[in-house]
């Protein structure tokens, strides 16, 4: 009896194991279609792929940071930051994080006076 609990347990092991490697090897996939879709430019295609590699690995910086570029090649400002930020909250000591929650961050602020109702002009007489 004992030493059918023990292959169970063995089995049970290897299994898992082959079912971790295999959601390695996707989410890898999933990053390199993702990657290959940004270079092209299909921006909302390449965000799916994205979209889908943080949400079986949650705290994949590198999939929130393309994530954010891809938004950012969209223009979508806003989820660019969100993206952007999250990839910082995980990653801040990564230097390639930095320069593209910066461009979101600039992105989203120029969207934001481009789109003010009051005109954000200074004059000499404001200033002086």
Known sequence: MRRHRVVIVLVSAIVLAGCAQLMADSI??????GLELLAARKH?????KFVEVVRRAPRSWDA??????????KGSWSDALASGRKAFDLAPNRADVVPTLAEALLGAGLD???HSPTPWAISRSTCG
Do not use: S
């Open 28 to 33: 890898e996939a999933l990053m390199k279609q």
């Open 44 to 48: 909302d295609e390449a965000i799916a």
């Open 64 to 73: 929130y940071l393309y994530m954010a570029r891809a938004y950012v090649g």
């Open 112 to 114: 934001a006076l481009r």
